[in-house]
């Protein structure tokens, strides 16, 4: 059984900082990427950045380049996402994916999830 954790959220003020983290236990075969996502409610899950087990790395949302940063430690199988110069429309539910078995890493082939993750940012 495929289990995702999520940690690291909180309550921040503008221009602060948030490291999220993601454990990942129980995935069988061969996984070829991570990544973050984000929701607020009323609005669609938005994809926030991606990892690809050799280290590449996609920022989906063009509004966190240059302040978010996706890695991985593999002998933990956990991802971050470090969010740094954090503005109020940061705000919302994280969440990490894992893709489908057989997923190619689009930003629909993500059929794991974790249970999500608040971050609030004040200004």
């Known amino acids: 059984q495929v289990q995702l954790v999520e940690s690291g959220g909180g309550s921040v003020q503008a221009g602060g900082s948030l490291n999220l983290s993601c454990a990942v236990s129980?995935?069988?075969?061969?996984?070829?990427?991570m990544a973050w996502f984000r929701q607020v409610p009323g609005k669609e899950r938005e994809g926030v950045a991606l990892?690809?087990?050799?280290?590449?790395?996609?920022y989906w949302a063009d509004s966190v380049k240059g302040r978010f940063t996706i890695s991985q430690d593999d002998a933990e199988n956990t991802i971050y996402l470090q969010m740094n110069s954090l503005k109020p429309e940061d705000t919302a539910v994280y969440y990490c994916?894992?893709?489908?078995?057989?997923?190619?890493?689009?930003?629909?082939?993500?059929?794991?999830w974790g249970q999500g993750t608040q971050v609030t940012v004040s200004s």
């Open positions: 129980g995935y069988t075969g061969i996984r070829n990427c």
């Open positions: 990892i690809y087990s050799g280290g590449g790395r996609i």
């Open positions: 994916a894992a893709p489908s078995p057989g997923g190619r890493c689009r930003m629909t082939d993500f059929g794991y």
